[in-house]
């Protein structure tokens, strides 16, 4: 998943422009990213699905954070007040299954209400259906207690006095006494404890691969995803620890652990391949450092990359991909920028040592929070396939959306790119993310984003109670792929596919699985366009898969090359390819689930 650099000649281009941003770089940048976000000419309608009830501590709506189903089918979603509630089926109503007090009583009702503590996150091990245990993060006072991970600096409050830590995020093994239960009964024990000094920017997300199979090296190996600490809502400088780029701090990081513990009796181990587990002056959990407020992580099943969205400052907003040992550059760097005390610059010229976001988009005048989300794989929204979909939940109030490849071409700071997406109510009527969840627009949604086992995505929120299910909106230009042009040849080893587009303003979303193939041209965003890929390399056999819009075509190398003097012409009426003439075919190609022989 390493990025590579830009090409010779888009990399002078951009030696050029840093050369002459150079003359500047001392001065900030008040608007980073000043461009206008293109609109997306299909959006998506909110239908409300079900309706959690209010929090029994306080009577007041629910704070919903995360949405998961689980092999069994069964729905989950968490209240921040403590409770975990469990929707058996399509037609079942919600029903609580977990109190989150009732078991472990140091639960941190104080700060209930603080926006980001309590009850923040939960997941399932793999085989929970069997042995019944899953995970949650929850707030907890910081004392009693003793942290596994306590802060080594005094913690700064406005004013320039020190204060105690806010709290403990506590990583938590429950065990079901039946899995398959309406209810859980069972028990529970601490894995670990992380000091927090502010209330905010904790303990985000935790999570299991889930393309990992039985037997593979990351199969039940846990995902802590972890704030720098927050900053008291900008009562203090950012990063007032300098946690995010500490590797002897959890702050800031991505951790990963085996949580079942080891034999000695230990509350969780470290699992081999860690890329810091053999420094002495780095914590051996860190997978990845230098974040702001990962609160959110997923795999795309179709490229295995890991993604974090991590909520900027006062700039930028990043999706990024994680890889092992990578610094992601806070509280030094915030998107493409140098960050210095709440300030943005352009890179220096002899930048080194970051990763970058793969997208990003700024806040301007507004606000910003990016919500989190997922490269959309499901089937309901064709236009959508192959797209990263998330949100900003402040009173930004937008949705958006980037085509999530082809990763493995940016250069090491090129973004996709952002397209709002248009949000439509079950009636049909165009509205915002807030006019639906609030009642009007401009209104901060505290929208999150959830996905069921087919990849069709749900939105919820922590104003109203309802879990929105997702589908199509009414503005829908077709594409059609034409296989008339599909062609190889002895020179480029490639092929090319003729697309359609019905609107003239529809971009493309274009991505494969081979790193091995090069996408030639055209430009997105036009109407009709041949698209042509070729080989970097000479092709091992075996499937490749394409997506069009949405649209997939198979690509199965042959063993072995066939004739040379051969040609193809697609009859669309009888479903045959005619072959004669001069080409160099190794390739079968399939459309629609139809597979056409290439001289095989």
Known sequence: MLRIRLPAARACAFLFLAAASALHADAPLADPLPDPIAEAPWGITLEPWKRIPASPANQQPPRLNLFRQTPDERFFVNDQRGYLYVIESEAAAPRLYLEVAAHFPQFDWITQDARQTGFSSFAFHPEFADNGIFYTVVSAPATPGTATFAGKRPIPSSGGASRQPSHHDVLLRWQADDPGAPAFSGSVVE?????????DHNVGEIAFNPLARKGEAD??????ATGDGGWVFKQ????????AQDLMSPLGKILRIDPEGGEAGEAYTVPPGNPFADEADALPEIWAYGLRNPHRLNWDRVTGGLFAYDIGGDYIEEINLIEPGGNYGWSKREGTFRHEEELVFPLPADDGGFLYPVAQYGHADRNGAISGGFVYRGNAIPELFGYFVYADFT???ELFASPAAPLNGLGDIETLPVYSLPVFNSQGHRTTLAGIIRGQSGQRTDLRIGRDRNEELYFLNKHNGWIYRVKPGPLRPETRLSTQKIRTGPQA???AITVALDAPDAFLSVEWTDPAITLDGPAFGERSSTLRFRYTANPSPGERL???NGLEVTVRVADAP????QSWYFDPDNGWIWIDAEFFPS???AEYGSWFSVGG
């Open 191 to 199: 894995v670990l404890r992380i000091e927090q000094p502010y209330a």
């Open 219 to 224: 199969y039940g190996i846990l995902y802590v």
């Open 236 to 243: 203090v400088s950012p990063d007032p620890q300098r946690a």
């Open 395 to 397: 009173n930004r109030d």
């Open 493 to 495: 080893h490639g092929f």
């Open 546 to 548: 394409l997506w069009v």
């Open 562 to 565: 066939a004739a040379k003097k």
């Open 587 to 589: 390739a079968w190609f």
